[in-house]
């Protein structure tokens, strides 16, 4: 038997990364199809807290459609400002999605930062909403320091700024990953991991 779960995302390059990372868990007993797909409207993410919004477009997918939900609210909290971007990562530069400008704005904000203040991480929570009202909600985050300049070409969003850690050095950015790198220590993946594994249980 496999069950419809929705993804609560209109976003192509997200949908992928969540297949790749909840394949495992789930197989073939899920099929996992996005909000667009359902012809789904975005609900509007007023929330303040990343499961605040997570836990509102997976319970209005949900609702919507009779279907078990998935969603995750997730961005980039950077030490000096006190954890902005945050919640408004995607619309940081004030246009809701444009990568482009929102580095620019982030990375001309902090040109005058040295490095040993430049600590940042991209935080994740990952909502299950069944229609029966049934709702878990699960955290992720990956740790790292502010790159002054983008480097490297994958992933999307704040990926070419966030330099990690390897062997004391801070030498890759996320973007430069391979994406089975990625899929395997992202903050998306540490939240819903776990996410798959309890939904797999619950399963028929």
Known sequence: MTTTVAV???NAHK????????GPALGERARLVSAAELDAAEPVEDGVTFAENALKKARALSQAHGVIAIADDSGLSVDVLGGAPGIFSARWAGRHGDDAANLDLLLAQLADIAD???AAA???SAALVFPDGREQVFEGRLAGRLAHARRGTGGFGYDPILLLQEDGEYRRSVAELAPEEKNAISHRARAFVPLAESLSAQLP
Do not use: S
């Open 8 to 10: 609560a995302t209109h």
């Open 116 to 118: 040993e203040h430049r």
């Open 122 to 124: 991209f935080v994740c």
């Open 15 to 22: 949908l992928g990364e969540l297949r790749a990372i909840l």
